[in-house]
Nanobody
Framework: QAQLVESGGGLVQAGGSLRLSCAAS????????MAWFRQAPGKEREFVAG????????YYTDSVKGRFTISRDNAKNTVYLQMNVLKPEDTAVYYC???????????????????WGQGTQVTVSS
């Protein structure tokens, strides 16, 4: 069983940057597809970005393309989300998630991920 712990959230002004980290413990995540989801108040949890187990494939929701970058360091059992040019609409709780058994495919639905972190708050002020 993998435990995921997010960090790096906080309050930032519009146009600023944050880097989220997701540290895994309990087992290696080197064979897992990993992703970041977010959930704003009153809204459903949505897919933000995903990365294949090997790191050679990434996938982003349209609203963050060109601004966010997902990466991973399997040696450190850690996944990152670099967020640039942040907008107020990026305000949400950000969750790290892991899915086993997907090969090079990156799932994008919450139900396809079996491991979740507790979330970290990102607030972007205008």
């Amino acid at each position: 069983q993998a435990q995921l712990v997010e960090s790096g959230g906080g309050l930032v002004q519009a146009g600023g940057s944050l880097r989220l980290s997701c540290a895994a413990s309990g087992r290696t995540i080197s064979t897992y597809a990993m992703a970041w989801f977010r959930q704003a108040p009153g809204k459903e949890r949505e897919f933000v970005a995903g990365i294949s187990w090997s790191g050679d494939k990434t996938y982003y929701t349209d609203s963050v393309k060109g601004r966010f970058t997902i990466s991973r360091d399997n040696a450190k059992n850690t996944v990152y989300l670099q967020m640039n040019v942040l907008k107020p609409e990026d305000t949400a709780v950000y969750y790290c998630a892991g899915a086993a058994g997907w090969g090079k495919t990156i799932p994008a639905q919450t139900g396809e991920y079996e491991y979740w972190g507790q979330g970290t708050q990102v607030t972007v002020s205008s």
